[in-house]
């Protein structure tokens, strides 16, 4: 049997119907796909601790979020060159949000941010909202017309209004989907490894499934057969309906913060019995989602 990865979710299910005698796992870096670059939106560059895609207790994660150092003010800078329509002001989820629609059809959301750019005009905009409400949390602020920028203009400044500390939230959408910045343009972080596999768990489904015998579920260690290769530390003999549950990990530029994965697919005997591939999440099929 053969694994291959790319970043996918920490954990893949499939059912299995076979016997196994080994496992062999092989891991690769993503490969970002052949679109308009995006800029870097912060003047450091010192990885994510959450990627794209990865499973929260109500939701998926719609996007990345960048390292600020546990700091807020950093200035923000447009991905490319487009228009800011939109700016939203809410008690939780992303706190100050902005939303710039690029050139190309895609639009960039910006979360948890502290201020908006004054130059822009955008922070009086939220003020006049807020007046205009009676209220700190307007919601959703249409900017008419749109604000123009350009590639590295300054949009606003980093902060942690919202959920969680200080970082920056950053995605990449292109109509009703959420995609992974990094296929769409967004420089990887320096220092990335091949994913880590940790091993495989094997449950029987129903009581077709038996594990070497049992119907008791086994967790078998998987030990590294080269680079980006991995093995099952022991042969595994399989019968009926069991599911095969895979752990592992990625990081996102920072060795010690596990991030998810999203690509994975398992081969057996050559042939793919099971795919998974995080790279655009559709909105409309999880409309809970959106913000």
Request: a neutral charge; hydrophobic letters at 40%.
């Amino acid at each position: 049997m053969m694994m291959t990865t790319g970043r996918a979710a920490s954990w893949g299910v499939a059912p299995f119907r076979a016997v196994a005698c080994a496992l062999v796992v092989a891991a690769a870096l993503p490969m970002a796909e052949s679109k308009a670059p995006l800029m870097w939106p912060l003047p450091i560059h010192e990885g994510c601790t959450s990627s794209f895609g990865e499973f929260r207790s109500t939701h998926l994660h719609m996007g990345v979020d960048m390292r600020t150092h546990q700091e807020e003010g950093w200035p923000v800078f447009a991905a490319g060159n487009g228009r800011i329509s939109r700016l939203r002001r809410e008690p939780v989820g992303y706190g100050r949000v902005l939303y710039l629609d690029l050139d190309d059809g895609r639009t960039v959301v910006y979360g948890h941010l502290c201020r908006y750019s004054r130059a822009l005009g955008l922070e009086q905009r939220l003020q006049e909202a807020c007046a205009a409400k009676n209220s700190s949390f307007p919601g959703d602020i249409y900017v008419s017309p749109p604000a123009s920028v350009k590639r590295g203009d300054i949009v606003a400044y980093s902060g942690q209004l919202g959920i969680g500390a200080p970082h920056l939230h950053f995605e990449v959408r292109q109509g009703d989907d959420a995609c992974d910045p990094f296929t769409e343009g967004l420089e990887l972080p320096k220092g990335m490894e091949a994913p880590v596999i940790s091993g495989v768990a094997f449950v029987p489904r129903d009581a077709s499934g038996e594990v070497d015998g049992s119907f008791r579920p086994a967790c078998v260690a998987a030990v590294a057969a080269g680079p980006g290769r991995y093995r099952l530390s022991r042969p595994v003999t399989l019968s009926g309906a069991v599911d095969l549950m895979l752990s592992a990990r990625d990081h996102l530029g920072i060795p010690d913060n596990s991030t998810g994965l999203s690509k994975v697919s398992a081969l057996l005997d050559g042939t793919r019995f099971f795919s998974m591939d995080l790279g655009c999440i559709s909105f409309a099929r999880s409309p809970y989602f959106r913000a």
